[in-house]
């Protein structure tokens, strides 16, 4: 399985924008689909963004448009660029991998279907 570290939290205010990173190690990361996870306190883990092996990606409707998620096979990152950002982006932001897709344009937008994850990284939007 693939180690996940991210980096790029932070604090923003309202409009601003971060880059988040994830870098991954131990395996061949181009075979994983990859995904970015957020959770707010006291709320459940959501689905942000994912891009397939094949560079195709998704996005949540509470993103869209605001946030754009790449990788590069080059150096073993996924990026989550992060703009307008509001309050109710405020989380703690996950990277996630999943080597098991079937699909080479797909990506999961179930937590559950990943199978390594990163230990989170805090993003905190404030007005």
């Known amino acids: 399985q693939v180690q996940l570290v991210e980096s790029g939290g932070g604090s923003v205010q309202v409009g601003g924008s971060l880059r988040l990173s994830c870098a991954a190690s131990?395996?061949?990361?181009?075979?994983?689909?990859m995904g970015w996870f957020r959770q707010a306190p006291g709320k459940e883990r959501e689905f942000v963004a994912a891009i397939a092996r094949s560079g195709t990606k998704y996005y949540a409707e509470s993103v869209k448009g605001r946030f754009t998620i790449s990788r590069d096979n080059a150096k073993n990152t996924v990026s989550l660029q992060m703009d307008s950002l509001k309050p109710e982006d405020t989380a703690v932001y996950y990277c996630?991998?999943?080597?098991?897709?079937?699909?080479?344009?797909?990506?999961?937008?179930?937590?559950?279907?990943?199978?390594?994850w990163g230990q989170g990284t805090q993003v905190t939007v404030s007005s």
């Open positions: 996630a991998a999943d080597q098991y897709i079937s699909r080479w344009t797909g990506a999961s937008f179930k937590g559950g279907d990943y199978d390594s």
């Open positions: 131990g395996d061949t990361f181009s075979r994983y689909a």
